[in-house]
């Protein structure tokens, strides 16, 4: 049996009838949205940067289309706010300057004119910020490839990186994958510097405070730290070494790259099935001289589109979303079946459950750089066989657990993902979500680093998610790899009782994973380290009866655990309860009653605000299929208990 925890019956508690009717039509709703190849596929939808970058990167392809942009722009300016600027996320008190800055001038490439209202106060949002000179690193290097920005203002990223081996202390292999891919990717580009000029009515010059030619161009060290500084120092010295005649090993680093690059395309076109990467290395290879009707570039460009491609485009308007998820949708949605009570061998279940043994990772990745154990993980994506990882594998191994399909092909694929799986785990105890021990934190401090997280440390999550899998196959703390993980997640706990959030916004989001996983594996849910989680997540519902937390408590202590309610993080809070064993509790029933109050028509959740996370403030995601799958789990779950307490 699972870990301890209150079993008195339930005293406080919630009309039966009402709950059945909104667990099926939950469930309803859910089986709707299957795909008929059988899996969930949801919109993951980010900020206009990547609309916006789409444009751009049409534009140094050297294939601008027009219409293409024209949607782009009136996509974009549909998300602008009411003081000119766009936001990384729905509901920010406050805009970005990167993110206005690349959304103003693909406006301008789509058609819009300057002299509109909304351009109007875009720029002058801009100016007031700084304008281009205070813009991150990243729109600066888009910029440098349209000819808006100098190559000499942004930072050296030196080819010979690919270079070194994995195992040397600085390699390529210290960043995490997503990084990885692009700083590759970007060594190509950085160092043949191409330009590609806009036309003379889509420059800039107006964003410029105190004019292009008196513009700051410098480096700005983005940390304030002793180690930054020594990376601008470095930066300058490279620069130094850039104007010598003889550069021995700057071909066959070029050469490494691309092949490295080419060697790391996907199925369906990707890079790490993510759009960063993506689009720096066609720049690279396009940049290498590689033409367009090369194979490699062709099958590059068609990956955007297509019925699994990342465009989505609608009579007037075109936008693009940063990844696909849907194994991870997939595997959230059986869980959340199972969870209400739907039997392993229904129709759908099996046929959800035989995808995702077909989308079983059976080949080697970057990830055995610090890991050479045999392959059988999942990725988050449709193709992304270079780089699976831990999460979706945890939770893709519950759901096959569950289905009811054949046995001998459900036993060998739980027995590889498993053993791929428990081979993550890093030294410290915990899991990163794409490598093992990947914690060198200089490379935070380098100048190219002003956005976005640069490693794949271990985090509480991740790490929670794995232990709840295992904790449900029968291992407790007993077994080495489980003790290791929960020696991991009691550190990890914050002075306030809760778990960080890596993957999801934010608190809310790690001890909503945290509580079930100590209970699959046997934790007595009654310890004072659980019940301060317990306290914790009590002293944040809110008065409606849900849970809350906005994107600023990863900065902002005020607002951990801390906003206006949401499906998705009411059903994470009420998960943790009901594991902690405060099912009879009145906060518990009000946390119910709020799901249920706001179960739409069509039986699942209406959610406009961001509770995904890519990089913390930075980059961040809304999940379309959040709303539907966790507050099912968490109204299955209190059935279940109610159940079993009578």
């Not at 949205?33 to 949801?42: C, H, I, Q, T, V």
């Not at 058609?111 to 000179?133: C, K």
């Not at 570039?297 to 990956?303: D, L, N, P, S």
């Not at 392993?344 to 610090?370: C, F, H, K, T």
Request: charged letters at 25%; aromatic letters at 10%.
């Amino acid at each position: 049996m699972p870990g301890k925890r209150l079993a008195e019956p339930c005293t406080v508690g919630v009309d039966s009838d009402r709950l059945n009717r909104a667990i099926d039509r939950a469930v309803q709703h859910l089986r709707d949205l299957r795909d008929p190849e059988g899996f969930w596929w949801a919109e993951l939808e980010s900020n206009v940067t990547i609309t916006a970058e789409h444009v751009f990167f049409r534009h140094v392809m050297d294939m601008f289309d027009p219409s293409e942009a024209k949607k782009a722009a009136t996509y974009i300016l549909s998300q602008q706010r009411d003081d000119g600027m766009w936001s990384n996320w729905h509901g920010s008190d406050d805009g970005d300057l990167s993110t206005t800055l690349e959304a103003y001038l693909a406006l301008k490439m789509g058609g819009v004119s300057p002299d509109t209202p909304e351009m109007t106060r875009a720029r002058e949002a801009i100016l007031s910020r700084g304008g281009v000179e205070r813009a991150r690193v990243f729109t600066k290097i888009w910029l440098a490839m349209m000819g808006e920005w100098p190559w000499k203002g942004v930072p050296i990223v030196p080819p010979g990186l690919v270079l070194l081996p994995s195992w040397f202390p600085i390699s390529i292999y210290s960043f995490g994958c997503w990084a990885r891919q692009t700083v590759a990717a970007l060594a190509v580009v950085m160092t043949l510097r191409p330009i590609v000029p806009l036309s003379e009515i889509h420059r800039i010059d107006e964003l410029f405070p105190n004019g292009r030619e008196n513009a700051d161009f410098g480096i700005r060290d983005a940390k304030g730290t002793l180690l930054s500084r020594t990376f601008l120092w470095l930066d300058h010295v490279l620069r130094v070494l850039e104007r010598v005649p003889w550069k021995p090993l700057r071909k066959t680093a070029l050469r490494k790259a691309e092949r490295w690059i080419v060697d790391r395309q996907e199925a369906d076109g990707s890079w790490g099935g993510i759009q960063p990467p993506w689009v720096y290395s066609l720049i690279a290879l396009r940049t290498l001289g590689y033409p367009l009707d090369h194979p490699v570039i062709e099958k590059g460009i068609a990956g955007f589109y297509g019925p699994k491609g990342f465009a989505i485009e609608e009579e007037d308007t075109f936008r693009l979303q940063s990844c696909l998820s849907p194994v991870w949708d997939t595997g959230l949605a059986l869980v959340a079946l199972e969870d209400a009570g739907v039997p392993g061998d229904d129709p759908d279940v099996v046929a959800a459950a035989s995808w995702l043994v077909d989308e079983q990772i059976l080949r080697g990745g970057d990830w055995q750089a610090r890991c050479p154990a045999d392959p059988g993980g999942w990725a988050f994506e449709f193709a992304n066989d270079v780089y699976p990882d831990t999460d979706d594998t945890a939770v893709v191994l519950m759901a096959i657990r569950y289905s009811e399909l054949d046995a001998e092909a459900k036993r060998r694929s739980i027995a590889l993902g498993e053993r791929w799986m428990v081979a993550m785990q890093s030294s410290n105890g915990g899991w990163g979500a794409f490598d093992r021990n990947n914690t060198q934190t200089w490379t935070r401090q380098i100048p190219f680093a002003d956005f976005g997280e640069m490693i794949d440390p271990p985090s509480a999550d991740v790490t929670a998610h794995i232990l709840e899998y295992l904790g449900r196959t029968g291992r407790r703390a007993d077994d080495p790899v489980v003790r290791r993980g929960l020696a991991y997640l009691k550190k990890e706990q914050e002075h306030d009782g809760a778990w960080y959030g890596r993957w999801g916004v934010n608190t809310i989001y790690g001890t909503g994973a945290v509580l079930p996983a100590l209970h699959a594996v046997g934790e007595d849910m009654t310890a004072p380290y659980v019940q301060r989680a317990v306290s914790w997540l009590l002293d944040r519902q809110n008065p409606d009866g849900g849970w809350g937390e906005r994107i600023e408590g990863y900065h902002d202590e005020r607002w951990r655990g801390r906003g206006p309610s949401t499906a998705s993080q009411t059903g994470w809070a009420l998960l943790a309860l009901l594991a902690a064993g405060r099912a009879a509790d009145a906060a518990t029933a009000r946390g119910i009653d709020y799901l249920m109050t706001r179960q739409a028509v069509h039986g699942g959740w209406d959610e406009a605000a961001f509770t995904g996370t890519g990089f913390p403030t930075d980059f961040m995601i809304r999940y379309h299929i959040y709303r539907d799958v966790f507050p099912l789990m968490a109204l299955g779950r209190y059935r279940s208990i109610l159940g079993e307490a009578s």
